[in-house]
């Protein structure tokens, strides 16, 4: 069985932080509320960027 590292654990959280705002923006376009879903998309590309940071190990992207 594989350990696993500090990063590995990061993505794992980005990941399911990822899945957390998706549902919300869901929930969100049902409901026409237009600042949640702006603010959830802000969250979604920071995520993402977290995500990319942490893989690709470039951390101005982690800091962000």
């Known amino acids: 069985m594989g350990r696993c590292n500090g990063r590995c654990t990061l ?3 980005c990941c ?3 899945v957390a705002a ?3 923006q869901i929930f969100d376009f049902l ?3 237009w600042a949640p879903i702006l603010a959830n998309f802000l969250h979604i590309m920071a995520v993402i960027l ?3 940071g ?3 190990y470039r ?3 982690l800091m962000m």
């Open 11 to 13: 993505v794992g959280f």
């Open 16 to 18: 399911l932080q990822l």
């Open 22 to 24: 998706l549902e919300r």
């Open 31 to 33: 409901g026409y509320q």
């Open 59 to 61: 951390s101005k992207y």
């Open 50 to 52: 977290g995500i990319f």
């Open 54 to 56: 942490t893989v690709q």
